[in-house]
């Protein structure tokens, strides 16, 4: 589905600005950073975040549930603080396909637009880099050593040993350890404890016996035998480097991956995954920038404002446990400067859902019940609902229909564009294309 594979990309931009608001909040408050991991766990902040966004938002299918349909109106309320107002258009109003769009936009030649070719392929090469930076970053966040047992204990060697102390023929107290590492020569222990381990094996054992000084001015201690018994472990040894092997694709708890063939797979289909949305992302633009809009219609605009309100005013409270305002404040934008940006927001999505729409009515496309039907088994099945008629309740009729305009809306633009190599598009063409995309996040 279009918005399905746009949020794709949609949800590593969003991660920008919440990256942005979390270092100035961890610089005010101080926070303390948390541990870093490399599991590619479709937890890592990938599936509680990635579950929760896609679940919610995948299909673009707004949630204006089944009340909605029976009502045929929708209401989205405003979420600044300082109101209560609630404006309220009719579902006519706020679904680009139920338009008469010709007094809304002139669409332009969407037909041969060019999108950039991008490689949609990881090479056998890219693959086992690939594979050896998730070893070497598991490496420095959980480091493993060898463990060295056949050669003596040398001097600057990191040991593992068993001690306990014996002082006038009883244990000291807090005199002994057990599986501690001493770095010989470094000082650690006092003078001689070290340099006793040189030339001890792993597996046996030495003592050590130094006479004590007088401590604190007492001479209880002063003269005294104490012996240290120590046994060497082991030695350790280069850091190890884990294997890329099947055990180690377990480790990284992704859903329906747990070997090293599957995991290629899994990265070789989100290749293609993010060159499709890219494709889409930049026919769009286009076909949006060679269109004219004649007019915004205000409840499609102000639905999609108030969806991108939303979405950061909960996202702020969810994982910063702050206020809209204090959160936008921690990114360096004015809470002015981020309502124009909601609104540049709902302004160019509702240009993209006219766009869309238009393109499936000039090439004269009948969406019949008949191929609703269809989409929405498709629909349902690749969101994991039960039934369609769980979807459909979830999300709404009207919404799922001008997701489906939508998607045969790029589906024709897709069909008739041509993709050039990146060196051949032209600079100030890319500039243009840029300019294009007001907003670097959608919010679902």
Do not use: H
């Not at 463990?147 to 040991?159: F, K, L, Q, S, W």
């Not at 991956?257 to 290749?271: G, I, N, P």
């Not at 305002?325 to 921690?330: A, D, G, M, V």
């Amino acid at each position: 589905m279009l918005k399905l594979l746009r949020r794709i990309l949609c949800i590593c931009c969003a991660a920008a600005l919440c990256g942005c608001a979390n270092s100035g909040a961890q610089s005010s408050a101080e926070e303390t950073q948390a541990s870093e991991s490399i599991l590619v766990s479709e937890s890592e902040t990938a599936q509680t975040e990635e579950t929760e966004t896609e679940t919610a938002s995948e299909t673009d299918t707004e949630t204006e549930s089944s009340e909605e349909t029976e009502s045929e109106t929708e209401s989205v309320s405003e979420t600044e603080s300082d109101t209560e107002e609630q404006i309220t258009y009719s579902s006519d109003e706020i679904y680009a396909y139920k338009l008469d769009l010709s007094r809304y936009v002139v669409l332009g030649e969407y037909r041969g637009l060019e999108y950039t070719l991008i490689q949609d392929t990881i090479s056998d090469e890219e693959m086992q880099a690939i594979e050896r930076s998730y070893t070497e970053q598991y490496a420095e966040n959980y480091p493993q050593y060898a463990i060295v047992t056949d050669r003596a204990a040398e001097y600057g060697d990191t040991v593992n040993i068993d001690y306990a102390a014996v002082l006038n023929g009883e244990p000291v107290e807090n005199g002994s350890g057990v599986s501690c590492e001493v770095v010989i020569g470094s000082g650690t222990f006092m003078e001689g404890f070290e340099e006793s381990i040189i030339g001890v094996m792993p597996g046996e054992s030495c003592e050590f016996t130094a006479t004590l000084p007088g401590i604190g001015g007492s001479e209880q201690s002063e003269g005294k035998k104490i012996t240290y018994s120590i046994t060497v472990n082991y030695i350790k040894g280069e850091q190890v480097i884990p294997e890329f092997d099947d055990d180690f694709v377990a480790l990284m708890d992704i859903s329906g991956v747990s070997t090293v063939s599957e995991f290629e797979a899994y990265l070789r289909q989100k290749k293609l995954e993010e060159a499709e949305s890219s494709k889409q992302s930049e026919l769009l633009a286009e076909a949006a920038a060679v269109s004219e809009i004649l007019e915004y219609p205000s409840g499609i605009v102000y639905r999609y404002t108030q969806k991108y309100l939303n979405y950061y005013s909960q996202a702020a409270e969810y994982y910063y446990g702050l206020d809209l305002e204090t959160y936008i404040s921690l990114t360096g934008m004015t809470m002015e400067e981020f309502q124009n940006k909601a609104a540049q927001y709902g302004r160019q999505q509702t240009a993209y859902d006219m766009v869309l729409c238009a393109v499936v009515e000039a090439e004269g496309i009948d969406v019949t019940w008949e191929l609703i039907a269809e989409r929405e088994a498709e629909y349902s099945q690749s969101l994991g609902f039960i039934d369609v008629e769980t979807f459909e309740a979830y999300y709404g009729l009207d919404a799922i229909i001008e997701d489906i305009y939508e998607d045969l809306g790029i589906e024709v633009i897709e069909q008739y564009a041509v993709g050039v190599e990146m060196d051949r598009v032209d600079e100030t063409e890319e500039t243009e294309l840029l300019d294009t995309e007001l907003l670097d996040t959608e919010p679902d």
